[in-house]
């Protein structure tokens, strides 16, 4: 029988160190850290491949804590074995004694797995249970693609299991073979507020996996003869999971007493909770044995990944030419969603580029990418939520992810969204069928709250000070074929939302989109009216109306981009006498509370005014039944404007 | 052999009519309702105990399709049953042709399943796929309560059942012991843009929910030999699962060629659909059979529901000493997450009350309704989407429902918001942990963008003109305890973030607080904060800095309401030398964009100035921590006052 003192030692350590970065920190969640002792320091001590010293070593092993609470027994371990962290450029080593900065201000060592601000060990944000195994799926992807061997450990709490995101997570990994995942529960019998519930008891779990097609090996969590060769024994042509039977608050009596989480020792419980923790260790014969050195760990090399300068999607006419949509150019009429479709397909020729869609690929037009690129298409089915979590890890990965489903779709995975921004994730996301104009599907399929929660997070900074969000509302092919080849080049969260309708083409294949651009398409002198995506379409025609009926010149502006060049729109309604109008197809808290707050900011004295969606829709069978429903059809909006001055004049 | 002429005579009937229906209405899923037709028979007019003349018996069968898009074939056997529509004071009874109006602007026929536009046979909008089940579970919690036997069926697409939240669904189901559920899984083999994965073949779902503890029958569903018993069969001591093995598109040759979804025929095609069922209806000698009559249905009576006037928590002293905080009220502080709780439990002596929480009641506190009042408490685990979808199901079946997590968890079922918000129903949320004042568990536990997205449902109306979504901000306990007191009695969905940290007492046990209202806490001279929650104590030290330091005189508003009563805020910032600044600990999108939008709309002249949350945060250990790396410290306000003269002033 193999002995197991050194490690046992270990986690003797690395408790008591959990112990105590729990209670100096005044928060935490002990008792599931020692849940997880064993596990920990057999995966990071012996069986992952990697360099503490390297974490951005592309050919290691990845381990993904997706039960982020438990997070102090990896920061001990990572403490321990000197691990790296900060930013490539600028890394630092941490000390055993760095893991008592658990949770300060200044401290890399957050409250759950946070890699933005300096902890690259992890890929995701984590914390929000059932998202880490999704990324654990994208990152294996991206392993597939970059032709390396690493597997990547996703550890999950039993109570956490409940999340259906899991199970979604599960139906990819084995839908697309990626055995190189080996999904860990830690199965130790308790959630926060209760014992779990008998549906995710080691057993049920075992159970439920198997049906799931996964290989489970069920353990004793705290047992090495079992431990090991679970982790590290060959697969069969199945994912593995382990279902491991923990103890939470392992080794420490206070923990043991009821259901114990969230809540460190007090101070003068520390003491005895090392007394406890020592007459473990001697019970263990663990006492004097050597401490596990890093120099046990062995990684792989780097492996080489896609990179270069900017990508590309080529010309237009090619790329549409590609998809069987030559004739757009000439009839000057393509739906955004086709447009997208069609650059995605054409930037494919960059390795770099990956996408996802969920089962509306045919409808998001994410089909023409599948097509070209089966191999870097990943077909996620109707679970948004692991589709935009494994996007996640695909970016984690090196790959600039596209995921596309409707708008309203999206909005399942806005749990995953706001952890991608939390992760500075390199992730594009395009909502299709968003606003109204999609008719006859009614509400359930529209995407109407989208602007309000997407620039909520586009007005937070990441740590580097680059907006959290950035929003794209194309209102042609050519606006949506640019803008998407400019996400691909952006780094960070991008949004954008694409319409049903065929439109017309409003732009030349040489127009030029930027970050924080808008377009001057009209010029007049009476109101500026501000648009975007399909209400450019609309507003447009007011703008016609207002010049046959009323009498009034108006500006149109296509205001694509958030951020938004607000001065510069405002300085245009300036010149129109000072009257702003602005026509959203979504819910309030877009466009218009943009250029408001802005106006307010500003001593221009312009006024800005506004139409949205602001009823419930229901079914209409056109765009254009259903924008009389909600009032916004051309003429509203030209009564609106003509109103401007009725009352202002009056 | 018994002889099944008439259901087939019937589902040859349906099917033609769904054909027509979605050509007539130039979209549509016919091919989905197809392959329905024979369920759909057998449940509408064999299997459900209810009464098409009566969709608002309350001992009645209900049938929750949660495969919404396969609508056509319900409203067409509604509409043959000359079921009724409208609202019970104003009823109206549909004919077999009223199905054509599929679609149709003023149609209640909507493109998906929405009973808030007149079609109570439905008790949720479905549509966005994997809602459904978690409705029907809360129906099933409902009818348990009333004391009533019917039987939930609820319908969910084979493609649709890769959604995690139906296996959060079936965890609960199985939890509760909610036999009278029977989930029916329509296996075609077909989602949208492809075939199932193996992962959705009827052998793996019937494997899976055999693991999830269900008792399974897996069934052709075109055999009324195997569908009828299949779902009037006695059950065991699981609940049952219908696997159901269908055609997409049965009996048309034109949806058999290849996977055909979401596409109506085209009107040269529709004969040729016409004659192909002829043919079936010939082959299966159903040509001359009798319609099956409305007259085989037969319906329980309706069961009495507790009602009466409005909920009462009784006096607050009472309530609070129920859950052991009787001390309160004498050290003036408490939690507003603690005075939830207690609220909740006090006004659960009136049956109407549910309350479920994910598994953090221990931190929201409705652990103290829940051991108050545990028949009446449905633990929900770590699963959020399906927590508010049941909700919605419970609100259908007439109780008043309160669900809890931390406000970061509950982004996680925005989308089920918007769908209870698209239902009308009348649900309670309550987001804990809000805003950055939780500090240390860091940017994954913290609510943030609630604010923006509730807002802009806030600001769509119900076709009955009522806000789609009401949002309150307690900022003490007495606050916190009136507002889920009026909740409790607001017809519609509200929201209600509460904080972690004990707070003084602002208000006496008297305070009324209502729709629309705010505080007037502080009356000042040179400048008036509006601030919400937890910011209302940190503005009130900002006010004494103020009067202390800087000799600025402020006046303080709680603006704990949101629609807001903006008009009149604005006339106390008028008298506050027209100078508002509001502060929140959210992201932007909320109070501030609400008072700038009314100050550009009046013509007082108002400044609003806004300060809120500006980076994505990361732990701290404490909330004054927290604040002072978001710029939100009582300093920072008083800072920013006084720059508001310093500048304006320049």
């Known amino acids: 029988m193999a002995d197991y003192k050194d490690l046992d030692r270990k986690v003797i350590t690395l408790s008591k160190q959990v112990v ?79 893991a008592l900065t658990l949770r300060e201000a200044d401290s890399v060592l957050d409250g759950h797995p946070n890699p933005a601000i300096g902890f690259p060990f992890f890929d995701s944000a984590t914390g929000s ?41 599960l139906d990819f990994i084995v839908d697309h073979k990626l055995n190189n995942v080996v999904t860990i529960f ?17 057993e049920t779990l075992t159970a439920k996996l198997e049906a799931f097609g996964l290989e489970v090996r069920t353990i004793d969590g705290h047992n090495w003869e079992e431990i090991l060769p679970a982790l590290t024994g060959e697969a069969t042509d199945k994912p593995v999971a382990v279902v491991a039977k923990t103890v939470k608050g392992w080794g420490v009596e206070e923990f043991l007493r009821s259901n114990y989480h969230g809540k460190p020792l007090k101070e ?194 990441r740590n580097d000070g680059a907006p959290a969000a950035y929003f794209f509302q194309p209102s042609d092919a050519i606006s949506a074929f640019k803008l998407t080849e400019l996400m691909a080049n952006l780094e960070g969260l991008c949004y954008m939302r694409t319409h049903r309708p065929e439109v017309p083409l409003l732009y030349e294949e040489s127009e030029e989109f930027t970050v924080g651009g808008f377009k001057h398409l009209i010029d007049g002198e009476d109101v500026a009216i501000v648009a975007s995506g399909y209400m450019v379409h609309v507003a447009s025609e007011a703008v016609k109306i207002l010049e046959e009926t009323g009498g009034l010149s108006a500006t149109l502006i296509d205001a694509y981009s958030m951020p938004l060049a607000t001065e510069e729109i405002l300085r245009i309604g300036d010149d129109c006498r000072g009257q702003v109008l602005v026509v959203e197809d979504n819910y309030i808290g877009g466009i218009a509370d943009e250029l408001t707050a802005a106006a307010a900011a500003s001593d221009m004295g312009v006024m800005v005014h506004s139409m949205f969606v602001r009823n419930i829709p229901k079914s209409a069978k056109t765009p254009e039944a259903i924008l009389q429903m909600v009032g916004l059809t051309a003429q509203d909006i030209a009564a609106t404007c003509q109103g401007l001055f009725d009352t202002s004049e009056a």
Not at 22 to 30: A, E, I, L, M, Q
Not at 146 to 151: C, P
């Open 268 to 461: 003068d419980q520390v003491a005895q909770a090392m007394a406890d923790l020592d007459a473990k260790a001697a019970e263990l014969g663990a006492t004097e044995a050597a401490d596990v050195t890093a120099g046990q760990i062995t990684a792989p090399a780097s492996v080489g990944r896609p990179g270069g300068e900017a990508i590309s999607a080529g010309p237009v006419a090619e790329a549409l030419a590609a998809c069987g949509l030559e004739s757009a150019l000439e009839s000057r009429k393509l739906a955004t969603r086709k447009a997208y479709g069609a650059v995605l397909a054409a930037m494919g020729a960059d390795e770099r580029i990956v996408a996802l869609d969920g089962d509306v690929k045919n409808s998001t037009f994410a089909e023409y990418f599948a097509k070209q690129h089966p191999e870097r298409y990943f077909e996620a089915r109707i679970a948004e939520q692991n589709m935009v979590s494994a996007a996640v890890g695909l970016a984690a990965g090196g790959r600039v992810p596209f995921v596309s489903s409707f708008a309203k779709f999206l909005v399942r995975a806005y749990d995953q969204l706001e952890m991608a921004a939390i992760t500075n994730a390199n992730i594009k996301l395009c909502g299709s069928h968003a606003g109204v104009s999609l008719a006859a599907d009614g509400p359930s399929q529209m995407g109407l709250t989208d602007l309000a929660f997407v620039r909520s997070i586009a007005h937070a900074r």
């Open 129 to 169: 249970l059932g998202e880490g195994l999704s990324a654990a799926a994208g990152l294996a992807c991206g392993a597939r693609l970059d032709g390396s061997d690493k597997k990547i450990y996703c550890i999950i709490g039993d109570g956490e299991s409940r999340e259906g995101q899991i199970w979604e997570a």
């Open 186 to 202: 830690n199965a130790n019998g308790q959630g926060q507020s209760d014992y779990v519930s008998n549906q995710q008891t080691a």
């Open 20 to 98: 105590k970065m729990c209670t100096v920190s005044g928060s935490g969640h002990p008792s599931s850290g020692l849940s997880l002792a064993h596990l920990t320091v057999a995966l990071m001590y012996r069986v992952m491949r990697y360099e503490p010293k390297n974490p951005w070593n592309t050919g290691a092993d990845r381990l993904v804590l997706s039960e982020g609470h438990a997070v102090p027994v990896v920061y001990a371990a990572y403490c321990d074995l000197g691990g790296v962290v900060g930013s490539a450029d600028r890394p630092s080593a941490l000390s055993f004694d760095d």
